[in-house]
């Protein structure tokens, strides 16, 4: 088919008999059926997850790698006719610097013999949240409201547990670092001292772990993750 903004035959991802589907039905139909079959959110922190999403992550990655590209060839990489309307996605605003620094990071240990073996797809553990005391199992844990203050539930294994020992002996594990955003309590949890930390332990007492209990139930007390935080790059000179 003819891609309208180079004028070249190109091979559409999301297509219907020699037509494009509209980005409308790509957005509320096709991605949200995609997730649901994948046993995804349909959102995150972020928003609802849409193909200009994707388009939009990638673009900021490039720019944003090791090794990045330039705006210039960002934009031939976008389509886009002027560097202004790429600029969107390699200035960091304000107000994106100012969520950002309420980001903090955590490593995450991948099993890809689990990913390879088809063990994951079978619902087995295959990403662990390094809590600096024990591991984390839930895939969403960037959405658990107990990430800073582990209620320990079943998803929970111990550092110190013959589980979490095995688990670090592992010969095929991948170390890789996840983003983090931070709630404003959560930030100010850890910046403004223990009261702001019992505060926030409390008010997390009554709410369910991702496992069902709440840790009022489970009866363990909870123990702050105070998780390094991302180091934030204006810009580019």
Known sequence: MLDRKTGEQVDF???HRAKRLANTYINTAVIPSLCRKAGVPTADVRG?????????????????????????????????????ATQHY???????LARERNVRTIEVLVDRDA???GAAASGEPWQYYDLGHGFCTYTFFEQCPHRMACARCDFYTPKGSSKGQLMEAKDNLQR???????????RAAVDDGQAALDQLLERLADIPAPAG???????????????PIVAVNQGKG
């Open 213 to 227: 209990a709440t840790p009022r139930e489970i009866g363990v007390p909870a123990t702050a993750t105070l998780l």
């Open 176 to 186: 890789m670092l996840a983003s983090v955003p931070l709630s404003d309590e959560e």
């Open 90 to 96: 390699a200035k960091i605003t304000p107000n994106t």
């Open 48 to 84: 609802n997850i849409t193909s200009h999403r994707a388009r939009s992550t990638i673009a900021s990655q490039l720019y944003n790698a090791k090794e990045p590209m330039t705006l210039f060839e960002l934009q031939a990489w976008l389509g886009h006719r002027s560097p202004e």
């Open 13 to 15: 991802l999301f297509a």
């Open 115 to 117: 990913v390879t073996s």
